[in-house]
C-alpha cells in the first residue's frame, strides 16, 4: 500500500526557514514525480512545486520561485521541501503527492501544517 | 490558464444525478496524443484529497462506476450518477497540461 507521511510544519515568523519532510513507503520512489501542494484551511489547493524521478528537473509556483527548494533523496525514500523567506500567504497545509504519469495525484499524505506568523 | 467551475455549491437529494462544471481558459486538450490533460478530486472534511477520474474521463481504481467524466478541450463534465450519503464533500478539478498546474476553485457538494 502507497503511504506518505509528511513531518516539519510548525509555526514560523515571517521571514524565517522550515523544512518539510515526506517519508514515502509501498512503491518504487525513484520512479515516481513527486509534488508538494498546499491547501490554506478551508480554501482550494495550490500546487507548489514537482521534482523529476531522478531530481533533475524541478519546477515551481512562481510565487515561491527563489524561496522555496524541493529536493528527494530515492535511497531514503523522502521528498523534502525547504521554505525560506516565508510569507504569511505561505501558511497552509503542506500535501505530498505521488505523480500518476501525465501529472494528475494519485497517492496523497494527510498534510503538515505551516503557520506564518509574528 | 485559469480554471473555473460551477456550481460553487449544490445541495442534491440522495438518489439523484449531480453534475459539476469545470472551464479552462485554455485548451487542455493535447493534440500529438488527443489527450485531455484534466483530472477531477474528491476531498471530503479533514481528509487530503482523492484522485476519481485522470485524463478527463478514465476513473481510478477502486472509484465507485457512479462517477464519471466527460469533455474535451475547455469544458469538462463530472457525473455522479446516483448521489449517496458518503458522496458529500468538495470536489476539485486540475489541469495538468501547463505549468503551474492548477486546480478549479472547488464545489461543494451535500445533501438536500
Known amino acids: 500500500e502507497v503511504h506518505l507521511v509528511e513531518s516539519g510544519g510548525e509555526l514560523v515568523q515571517p521571514g524565517g526557514s522550515v523544512r518539510l519532510s515526506c517519508a514515502a513507503s509501498g512503491f518504487t520512489f525513484s520512479a515516481s514525480w513527486m509534488s508538494w501542494i498546499r491547501q490554506v484551511p478551508g480554501k482550494g489547493l495550490e500546487w507548489v512545486a514537482h521534482?523529476?524521478?531522478?531530481?533533475?528537473?524541478?519546477r515551481y509556483l512562481e510565487s515561491v520561485e527563489g524561496r522555496f527548494t524541493i529536493s528527494r533523496d530515492n535511497a531514503k525514500t523522502s521528498l523534502y521541501l525547504q521554505m525560506n523567506r516565508v510569507r504569511v500567504e505561505d501558511t497552509g497545509f503542506y500535501y505530498c503527492?505521488?505523480?500518476?504519469?501525465?501529472?494528475?495525484?494519485?497517492?496523497w499524505g494527510q498534510g503538515t501544517l505551516v503557520t506564518v506568523s509574528s | 490558464i485559469v480554471m473555473t467551475q460551477s456550481p460553487d455549491s449544490l445541495a442534491v437529494s440522495l438518489g439523484e444525478r449531480v453534475t459539476i462544471h469545470c472551464k479552462s481558459s485554455?485548451?487542455?486538450?493535447?493534440?500529438?496524443?488527443?489527450?485531455?490533460?484534466l483530472a477531477w478530486y474528491q476531498q471530503k472534511a479533514g481528509q487530503p484529497p482523492k484522485l476519481l477520474i485522470y485524463?478527463?474521463?478514465t476513473r481510478e481504481s477502486g472509484v465507485p462506476d457512479r462517477f464519471s467524466g466527460s469533455g474535451s478541450g475547455t469544458d469538462f463534465t463530472l457525473t455522479i450518477s446516483s448521489l449517496q450519503a458518503e458522496d458529500v464533500a468538495v470536489y476539485y478539478c486540475q489541469q495538468y497540461y501547463y505549468i503551474p498546474i492548477n486546480f478549479g476553485q472547488g464545489t461543494r457538494l451535500e445533501i438536500k
Open positions: 485554455l485548451t487542455v486538450l493535447k493534440a500529438s496524443n488527443n489527450m485531455n490533460y
Open positions: 521534482v523529476k524521478e531522478d531530481g533533475s528537473v524541478k
Open positions: 485524463w478527463s474521463s
Open positions: 503527492a505521488r505523480d500518476k504519469p501525465g501529472g494528475s495525484y494519485d497517492a
